[in-house]
C-alpha cells in the first residue's frame, strides 16, 4: 500500500443524457438528466482507495449544501480530507453524453479561476497527481524519487506544473506528438520524463526524450458505455504504476487495462440533491 496525494477538483456534475450526438447550431432531445458527485479529484482519488492506497485530496470545496454532501462522500470513502479548502460556494459542471457514451462538458470560466487548494504540510507522499487550472508544485510533498502525474491540455493555462509526467488526451489538442513533448518539457521546468498521450479506444502514445512507444488500448468497452471519469482513472493507475519504478510503457499498459476494466463495471456515481 502505497500514500498518493490528488490534487484536483471534486464538483456536482449535471449529467444530460442526449438522444443523439450533439451537432453545431441543432436542438437536442434531453432523456433524462442527474446529478452526480464528480471531478478529476473524484475519480482518481475513488481509483486509488479502490486499489488500496491512501489517499489525501486537496481541492476546493463550498460551504454550501451540494458541498457538505460532496465533503461527506470523500470522507465515506476514507480518503483524508485534511487539505480540502472550504469556500463559500461548490461549482458544476454540465456534461452532455451523447447515445456512444462520450462526453461535452460546460463549465463556467468562475471555476477556472477559483482558488488553489491548500497542500498538506508534509513531504513523504509515494507519488501525486495534479490536474488543476492553476500552476501549482508538489514537489515539496513528495519523496525526492516519487512520480508526479501532471494531466494538462497543454493549452490555454500559463505557468510551470512541475512534475516527472504529463499525461495528455488527443480529444484536448491536434498538436504533433513532438510538439506536445516540447511544450510537456516547457510546463514541468525540463523535468518531464515522459508524456502520455491517450486517444479513447486508441493505442496510447509514450513519448520520453530518446523514444516513442506505441501502447495497445485496454478491452473494448461496451458499447454507449459513458467515459466520464475514465481519463482520470487511467491517470490514478499510471500514478500507481509509475511509484512502484516499472517503465512509463508498461505502467501505461497496466492502466489502459485496469481503466478499461472500470469502464466496462462502471459504478454510478453517488447522486446528490440539486
Known sequence: MARFLVVASVNADRIWTLAEKLRPGGRHMCTGTTTQVGGAG???ANAL???GHDVT???VLGEDDIGRALFRRLQDLGIDTTAVRRTPRTHSYDIFVDPDGERTLVFANALANRPLPTLPDRSD??????????????????RTDAPVL???????RAGRYPGTH???????????????????LETTGGQAKGLVLTDGPAPLLVITRETECSVPPGPAAPAGR??????DTFAAHLLAGLSTRISADAAAASAAKAASLWLAERPEPPTIEA
Open 42 to 44: 473524484w475519480y482518481a
Open 49 to 51: 482507495r479502490a486499489a
Open 57 to 59: 485530496l486537496a481541492c
Open 125 to 142: 507522499f509515494d507519488g501525486a497527481y495534479v490536474n488543476t487550472w492553476s500552476a501549482i508544485s508538489v514537489m515539496p510533498q513528495v
Open 150 to 156: 501532471v494531466q494538462l491540455p497543454l493549452r490555454d
Open 166 to 184: 504529463v499525461v495528455v488526451s488527443r480529444s484536448d489538442t491536434s498538436d504533433a506528438p513532438r510538439t506536445l513533448w516540447t511544450r510537456a
Open 226 to 231: 459513458m467515459t466520464v471519469g475514465a481519463g
